[in-house]
């Protein structure tokens, strides 16, 4: 399924954006996409988390940062106080902006590694997302400048986690060498990600970049650690996990619907991709959707 693209609400009077999300029965899964980074809070929901081809369980306190253009979505199982909605506090800002506020403040320097670590996903201890969540919930009612030196405390806060985790299902996890070279590949995630059901074939990618196959083969792996094909399964994977866990479809059907021609092949790339059959996954992790 291809990522809808998402339009990150602006304000005249500001150079970022924030969203105080609350939804009293669930949070639906929106599979999106949108070229800022993001910074999610989500609190008192548990589910599952997709992050391009990642898919986990959440929890209470649940903080990630996304890289931009990297397709998401949230899916709620259960609330934790029934009484409480689902809260998801959003913070949006673009690679101009950070790349303005380093270039502005020295001491914000810190903030690149962040960013660069960002480039998929970062998911932040719960150490940290405890020490930070009062500050992120008070910035909901700030405006203007208090708001906006709350966001560098955030930040600065972050860059310091040294147990935060990356979320890497393939996508790019260092800054590119080359700005030509950066456009080839993003053309080329852009297309896997809208037809990467369809049939493809390494020449036709390779084409897509103007560059020799073999030229490309080294392109996709330097900057994604993984070959096309590989990046290519755990896109289809990943779709299927969802899609396991919103209903009752038939696990042929999933299997034609990510891209396979072949059952046998899809559940033997599933069982490698999450040490799991579609069918044991699915009874493993579905009672968080009922």
């Not at 970049?209 to 080294?218: D, G, M, T, Y």
Request: proline fraction near 6%.
């Amino acid at each position: 399924m291809k990522p809808s693209f998402e339009k990150v609400p602006t304000s005249v009077d500001a150079s970022w954006s924030m969203l105080n999300r609350r939804l009293p029965d669930d949070i639906p899964f929106e599979w999106h996409h949108h070229p800022e980074y993001e910074l999610t809070l989500t609190l008192n929901s548990r589910g599952h988390r997709y992050v391009s081809s990642d898919v986990r369980l959440y929890d209470d306190g649940d903080l990630v940062l996304l890289g931009p253009n990297v397709p998401h979505s949230w899916c709620s199982g259960e609330l934790i106080d029934p009484a409480k909605p689902h809260v998801a506090l959003v913070i949006w800002f673009s690679q101009a902006w950070a790349d303005s506020l380093v270039a502005l403040f020295p001491e914000m320097v810190s903030l690149q590694a962040l960013l660069t670590s960002a480039q998929c996903a970062v998911h932040f201890s719960d150490e940290v997302s405890k020490a930070l969540r009062p500050l992120i919930e008070a910035m909901v009612e700030q405006q203007g400048p208090e708001r906006l030196v709350s966001l560098l405390q955030v930040l600065t806060r972050l860059s310091r986690d040294t147990a935060a985790q990356k979320i890497i299902p393939g996508e790019m996890t260092e800054p590119v060498s080359a700005a030509s070279e950066d456009e080839r590949l993003q053309r080329v995630l852009n297309h896997i990600h809208a037809h990467y059901a369809e049939p493809m074939t390494i020449p036709e990618l390779a084409d897509l970049a103007c560059i020799s196959v073999s030229a490309f083969h080294r392109m996709f792996r330097r900057h994604t650690h993984c070959t096309a094909l590989d990046y290519i399964t755990r896109l289809r994977i990943g779709r299927a996990c969802s899609l396991l866990l919103q209903g009752n479809t038939h696990i042929s059907l999933i299997c034609e619907t990510v891209g396979y021609s072949s059952l046998a092949l899809f559940n033997r790339q599933f069982k490698a991709q999450k040490s799991l059959t579609p069918s044991a996954f699915r009874k493993l992790h579905g009672h968080h959707f009922r």
